[in-house]
């Protein structure tokens, strides 16, 4: 059973900075990518970033740019998120999803989420 947990959410001051975790397990792709989703009451969804297993090219919503940073660990099978500059635009449940494929089909999971809130 495959199971991803977040981690690191908090309340932060406009201008501070969090680093959230997410840790897979039962998750036997050896060739993945992860990607941090986030959502905000009353809006859709919204992709932060994503990245690969080993390395490779990363992306990221313009919003973000340049404030936050996607790291992946695949010996741990644990994705990063480094968010400074935090702003109240960035509160939001922010939720983490590990994507593998097998034989063309796409296996897609989420993590239960973890809240940001960036408040004075």
């Known amino acids: 059973q495959v199971q991803l947990v977040e981690s690191g959410g908090d309340l932060v001051q406009p201008g501070g900075s969090l680093r959230l975790s997410c840790v897979v397990s039962?998750?036997?792709?050896?060739?993945?990518?992860m990607t941090w989703y986030r959502q905000a009451p009353g809006k859709e969804r919204e992709l932060v970033a994503s990245g690969a297993s080993g390395g490779g090219r990363t992306n990221y919503a313009d919003s973000v740019k340049g404030r936050f940073t996607i790291s992946i660990d695949s010996a741990k099978k644990m994705a990063y998120l480094q968010m400074n500059s935090l702003n109240p635009e960035d509160t939001a449940v922010y939720y983490c999803t590990a994507l593998g494929t097998r034989w063309g089909v796409a296996y897609e999971y989420w993590g239960q989420g973890t809240q940001v809130t960036v408040s004075s």
């Open positions: 039962g998750f036997t792709f050896s060739n993945y990518s």
